[in-house]
């Protein structure tokens, strides 16, 4: 039988010493099952007490014992209270695996029961070649030859797309332009395998526009969809050749000096700087076509200034800001007035970020206008020195290229915290329109996202979430950039999160399905069968059809 053996006055005394004098005895034990206070056993004892408990009444599982003990006034003591699980016995032959249930899908009205095979392993091929190409699951538990039923185990499977050999050849494509997917045009694949698409872009606007393209095999297949972006711009006719030029210095536009290009493209500046200024000047030069369209402007700096007739300059150094010096040595020349053009290091120059820079998302470059001092001398070949020039240029167009890192789903990536004219990039791609949850920590930076068209992202919230700080949007492209810069301390550093994919509780996924659908845990564990319904339901991720939510209770 199943007994609880001794139960010993000495445990009962420690117990309950906080409530019995010193001076008083104990004189009567009394104690119960379960909550059956009614049902209570006492029994007399002037000391060491022990008895004998017949448990096979009860049930297998968890149970408690109570008891307490009475003085000699009647007085008595809390009640102890102590837990124990009664198990049930089984031989190995009882408890052998006998059948098993299984269901595919959450079909569980349609499972079926089989006899558990000497083998172990049962074959679900049978039911697994009726089912559409796609995502599955298949949910199995075994009963042993007592009837007791085992946890259910859950595993999901992907049955691929099959066709037979020879007979998915390529027959067709559609294609639709900026996802007009409603005016798609279906037309048979030429022989040559190659598609032109020359006229069905002629009729667009001048911008940027996507096409998007399937094909189909003879069975009807359809491969995933193709997008491509593509810039249409001004047709220029094919007569674009370049004719004429125009320069101007420093910001002197309104005399600007024009004239026909020659033959072969090299314009021939006869300057005649006499009458300029020492100093620091700005040259600036655009071209034009035939149609006269006018190319981008081209700048380049220049420094003027003269040596004293005595002596040869061996040497001009020249500096950015607050930076280091460049010297530069020539060859000894003398009575000769230095024009030289001068370069530097775009980052270097660059003192700090301003906040109307401009984006350009095709080729990751970052435009900003800064004004900057810049400083020139000269020195002779005794070591002599010039007196400095130093001069200011206002609204100069920098290009900053920074260093771009590729950010995968829950992979923290961290980089020096960018200061003064730095710029540090973040590139993130997963699927349109998915939610994603961004965390950056240190440096104090300031962040700015960006679409695959160099647009701004403006339309996110701000949450926490388990304690921490999130951004949270969608993604209104594929590729979206993040560009972090002004940063306080270049010895900190920047850490960057991102978790794709996701949706929020801001988004009744169970709505956009015609029936309801059982939600998992991460962990593969059914929180909910049949669901209609998120509510009620503890915050964290969870797995809906194929997709996965965050929960958040506000």
Same mark, same amino acid.
């Given at each position: 039988m199943n007994r609880v053996i001794h139960i010993g006055l000495t445990l009962l005394a420690l117990i309950c010493c906080s409530f019995l004098a010193a001076q008083n005895s104990i004189t009567k034990c009394e104690y119960w099952l379960d909550s059956r206070y009614d049902n209570r056993t006492a029994e007399n004892t002037s000391g060491n007490f022990q008895t004998t408990i017949d448990l096979n009444a009860l049930a297998d599982g968890l149970h408690s014992l109570s008891f307490l003990v009475i003085d000699d006034n009647g007085a008595k003591s809390p009640v102890a209270i102590k837990?124990?699980?009664?198990?049930?016995?089984?031989?190995?032959?009882?408890?052998?695996?006998?059948?098993?249930?299984?269901?595919?899908? +959450?079909?569980?009205?349609?499972?079926?029961?089989?006899?558990?095979?000497?083998?172990?392993?049962?074959?679900?091929?049978?039911? %697994?070649?009726?089912?559409?190409?796609?995502?599955?699951?298949?949910?199995?538990?075994?009963?042993?030859?007592a009837g007791n039923v085992s946890p259910v185990a859950v595993k999901y499977f992907v049955k691929p797309q099959t066709s037979l050999s020879g007979d998915n050849v390529i027959k067709k494509y559609e294609y639709w332009i900026d996802r007009d997917f409603e005016h798609r045009k279906t037309v048979n694949m030429p022989a040559a395998g190659v598609v032109?698409?020359?006229?069905?872009?002629?009729?667009?606007?001048?911008?940027?526009?996507?096409?998007?393209?399937?094909?189909? +095999?003879?069975?009807?297949?359809?491969?995933?969809?193709?997008?491509?972006?593509?810039?249409?711009?001004?047709?220029?006719? %094919?007569?674009n050749d370049l004719k004429s030029y125009e320069y101007w210095f420093n910001d002197d536009f309104a005399h600007?000096?024009?004239?026909?290009?020659?033959?072969?493209? %090299?314009?021939?500046?006869?300057?005649?700087?006499?009458?300029?200024?020492? =100093?620091?000047?700005?040259?600036?030069?655009?071209?034009?076509?035939?149609?006269?369209?006018a190319s981008a402007t081209y700048s380049k700096l220049f420094v003027l200034t003269e040596s004293d007739g005595l002596s040869r300059l061996v040497a001009y150094d020249y500096w950015i800001n607050d930076n280091e010096r460049i010297r530069t040595e020539v060859s000894p020349r003398k009575n000769i007035v230095v024009a030289k053009t001068l370069s530097f290091n775009h980052n270097t120059a660059l003192r700090r970020v301003p906040d109307d820079y401009t984006f350009n998302a095709?080729?990751?470059?970052?435009?900003?206008?800064?004004?900057?001092?810049?400083?020139?001398?000269v020195f002779d070949n005794k070591g002599t020195g010039s007196v400095a020039v130093i001069d200011t240029i206002k609204n100069y167009d920098l290009t900053i290229r920074p260093v771009f890192s590729e950010l995968s789903d829950g992979v923290p990536d961290q980089v020096n915290t960018p200061t003064g004219g730095e710029i540090v990039g973040f590139s993130y791609t997963a699927l349109e329109a998915d939610s994603t949850h961004w965390t950056v920590s240190g440096?104090?930076?300031?962040?700015?996202?960006?679409?695959?068209?160099?647009?701004?992202?403006?339309?996110?919230?701000?949450?926490?979430?388990?304690?921490?700080?999130?951004?949270?949007?969608?993604?209104?492209?594929?590729?979206?950039?993040?560009?972090?810069? =002004?940063?306080?301390?270049?010895?900190?550093?920047?850490?960057?999160t991102v978790a794709g994919n996701i949706s929020t509780d801001d988004v009744n996924v169970l709505n956009d399905s015609d029936r309801p659908q059982s939600v998992y845990t991460i962990m593969g564990i059914r929180a909910r069968k049949d669901a209609s319904s998120l509510e009620g339901l503890p915050e964290g991720y969870y797995i809906v059809g194929k997709q996965k939510i965050y929960i958040r209770h506000r």
């Open positions: 837990y124990f699980v009664k198990f049930v016995g089984h031989s190995s032959a009882v408890n052998a695996l006998a059948d098993c249930e299984y269901w595919i899908d +959450d079909n569980f009205d349609q499972r079926k029961t089989a006899t558990m095979p000497a083998t172990g392993i049962i074959d679900l091929s049978e039911e %697994i070649g009726t089912l559409r190409p796609g995502l599955h699951s298949v949910s199995m538990r075994v009963l042993d030859k032109n698409f020359g006229v069905a872009l002629a009729s667009l606007s001048n911008g940027l526009h996507s096409i998007s393209m399937r094909v189909l +095999d003879k069975a009807g297949n359809a491969s995933p969809v193709m997008l491509r972006y593509f810039l249409k711009s001004k047709d220029s006719g %094919i007569d600007r000096t024009s004239g026909t290009l020659a033959s072969d493209g %090299i314009i021939d500046l006869d300057i005649d700087v006499a009458s300029f200024r020492r =100093g620091l000047h700005l040259l600036r030069c655009r071209v034009f076509d035939t149609k006269g369209n095709d080729k990751k470059t970052v435009l900003c206008k800064d004004t900057f001092t810049i400083g020139f001398q440096g104090n930076t300031k962040l700015d996202f960006y679409d695959a068209n160099g647009n701004p992202i403006e339309n996110y919230d701000v949450r926490e979430i388990d304690g921490v700080p999130t951004i949270c949007f969608r993604l209104p492209t594929a590729t979206v950039f993040l560009l972090t810069y =002004g940063g306080d301390d270049s010895q900190t550093e920047t850490t960057v």
